[in-house]
């Protein structure tokens, strides 16, 4: 029996990898006869249609994958407003380039950006900032105020692959972080791999949200079996001071996972209240683990309890009153629906179905509501404003439409192909919008202009504002975006100058008269200003084996009167925003180089340039 129950699993693995690389390379285009009728395209179009100074009304940030950055959409218009760079050297705006973003990018040039999450008060998007994460054990935070990134926290230790992050909490007291891949810690331990089942450990961390600035500290860490942690969503309402991820290779499994770590019917969602780890480290409970205290769940009771769910989770998803958990396994064709009220029934009473290193584990039946069937290959959920959930089926390339408390599936629409994340207006606050939904696809599947080999990622607009979904609009983005939220636009209120009398640099001048080189032994630093269509000075020399500490203010108070800094055969290029200060630090070689104006200014930009002279020793 035991070798047939095993022939049958890797049946059951076969045939869902068959179904998904069957769909991936026999789905034909849109046949002809499946096209839209000429109503529906009018109606498509002219709802996606934004006339030339009209505005969108939605921000979407979407990740960009192991690219690094964040890319901003309108919706419904689904165009590309901005591209802005976190964890990637971008020359466009200079980033990576000046001496703070260097800085804050330390020794890593890339980082793998998965799940964007917007700041909350009281569970709502509030405008204020952006969290993204990336796999090197990092979090950064952009400042919607300008839409640049100010911070980026960690690596953090003990974290390896921080795939489950950047989910923010109701009132963003924390931005969360979970390791993907469990290593033996701290970080640079070693343990055979034979002994990944007891000596290799997964973690779970709250990043600190200061509520004034944004700025990120380490909050706490939870020492977890050797599980790899996924997707994760806060808790709202009745569940705000939870936090739930879901996780897989709940089996400890090594070698090919695809195999080995499909073997169990079902995996785990982790159910953290951060409450109790925030006290917890407050006391100063646990061990010090590679330089931070690292909190045991054994020996902190109520911190951590798991909840089966289907095979090979990806997506946990809290409803927006905070009542109802949803858990996808990918290996099934259902969507689990967890009672919040049930769970902590089922912890008072201790209905535990047994533990995991000294977890308790919680009876699937004592807190399941319904096994929704929405399709094949259930990954994450999304909210309407009317009770209404939307989840992406992987397996299928759709998305399935169903009804909180009823759990009943009303409509699917097709995705080409194969759908990934979505994310719908507002989807993960606590009042969701409604309106429009996008599907994050992984796949094109040939619906535009051959570009080669690499194809770009599909991403549509669907209208679910009716009982029927309806597709809008096909829009193709750089690779490779995992998930997106969508906000609304007035909701944000940008800047579009730095106010002279907010930049509090200390080398910042405002006055042609105040530019200018000086020297402290080795050290030369060059005041610089940056203004329509000249630099000043537009010449300085230096000696060769010099520190130069070049400042530049761009003095325009005008909006989009943006400067560049060009300095060519040293791999440098600034863009400095209107008030705005950067530095960029060099060491002087021999010679002659011009630095020039990057970014278009004026009639005269060619003429906005300079030289660097460099007195040999």
């Known amino acids: 029996m035991r070798k047939r129950s095993k022939f049958l699993t890797w049946s059951a693995i076969a045939g869902l990898a ?51 950055q964040v890319f901003v959409y309108g919706i419904p218009s689904m165009r590309h407003i901005s591209t802005i760079p976190v964890f990637t050297p971008y020359p466009g705006t200079g980033y990576g380039f000046d001496d703070d973003t260097k800085k804050m990018l330390g020794g890593l040039t890339w980082g793998d950006a998965h799940h964007p999450a917007l700041s909350e008060t009281k ?85 600190k949200i200061d509520p004034k600035t944004g700025g990120m500290s380490m909050g706490f860490e939870i020492l977890a079996p050797p599980f790899d942690f996924d997707l994760g969503d806060a808790g709202k309402g009745p569940s705000a001071d939870w936090m739930f991820w879901t996780s897989y290779n709940t089996e400890r499994a090594t070698g090919q996972l695809e195999v080995t770590a499909s073997q169990k019917d079902r995996d785990y969602i982790a159910a953290v209240n951060w409450k109790v780890a925030e006290d917890a480290a407050a006391k100063g409970l646990g061990d010090m683990i590679g330089g931070v205290r690292v909190i045991d769940p054994k020996k902190v009771p109520g911190l951590i309890y798991l909840i089966p769910c289907g095979k090979s989770p990806h997506g946990v998803d809290v409803s927006p009153d905070g009542k109802w958990i949803i858990g996808s396994g990918k290996l099934q064709g259902v969507t689990t629906a967890f009672a919040f009220d049930k769970i902590q029934a089922a912890i008072a009473a201790k209905d535990f179905a047994g533990e995991e290193d000294g977890i308790p584990v919680l009876k699937y039946e004592s807190v399941k509501v319904a096994e929704v069937p929405v399709g ?23 998305i399935a439409k169903w009804k909180l408390g009823t759990w009943e599936v009303v409509d699917t629409i097709p995705m080409s ?21 996008v599907g994050l696809n992984k796949l094109s599947n040939g619906r535009h202009l051959s570009v080669g080999p690499s194809q770009p990622e599909s991403s549509q607009l669907v209208d679910i504002t009716g009982d029927k979904m309806k597709l809008l609009y096909d829009a ?53 200003v940056a203004v329509r269509s000249s630099f000043s000075p537009s010449s300085f020399e230096v000696r060769e084996g010099d520190i130069v ?56 930009h060619q003429e906005m340039q300079g030289y660097l002279l460099v007195k040999p020793r």
């Open 18 to 68: 068959l179904l998904a690389v069957l769909a991936t390379r026999c789905s034909p285009k849109q046949p002809q006869g499946d096209r839209p009728s000429a109503s529906d395209l009018a109606d498509a179009a002219k709802k996606t249609y934004v006339a030339p100074g009209d505005l969108d009304e939605y921000y979407m940030f979407s990740s960009g994958g192991h690219s690094g």
């Open 376 to 398: 094949l290959g259930p990954l994450h959920t999304q909210f309407g404003p009317d009770g209404f959930a939307y989840t992406s089926l992987f397996v299928d390339s759709a």
């Open 476 to 528: 193709f983005t750089e690779p490779e975006p995992h998930y997106a939220q969508i906000i609304k636009a007035d909701k944000l209120h940008p800047i579009e100058v730095y106010p002279k009398e907010e930049n509090h640099h200390p080398l910042a001048i405002w006055d042609i008269k105040d530019a200018g080189v000086t020297r402290n032994g080795n050290k030369v630093t060059v005041k610089m």
């Open 549 to 604: 500490t070049v400042a530049i203010t761009n003095i325009e108070q005008a909006t989009d009167m943006l400067h560049g800094f060009g300095l060519l055969d040293y791999n440098l290029n600034l863009v400095i925003d209107p008030g705005e200060t950067k530095t960029v630090t060099f060491t002087a070689k021999k010679g002659v180089f011009p630095y020039y104006c990057t970014n278009f200014c004026s009639a005269l």
């Open 123 to 207: 569970g709502e998007y509030d405008g204020r900032w952006l969290f993204i994460n990336e796999m090197n054990g990092r979090v950064a935070r952009i400042d919607l105020r300008d839409f640049k990134t100010k911070e980026i926290f960690g690596p953090a230790p003990n974290v390896s692959g921080n795939h489950g992050s950047s989910f923010v909490t109701e009132n963003s007291e924390y931005t969360m972080m979970a390791s993907r891949f469990s290593i033996p810690i701290p970080k640079g331990t070693y343990a055979p791999i034979d002994k990944y089942a007891s000596e290799y450990k997964g973690v779970l961390v709250g990043v």
């Open 417 to 437: 192909y194969s759908i990934g994340h979505l994310a719908a207006a507002e989807g993960d606050s606590a009042s969701p919008d409604g309106k429009y939904l």
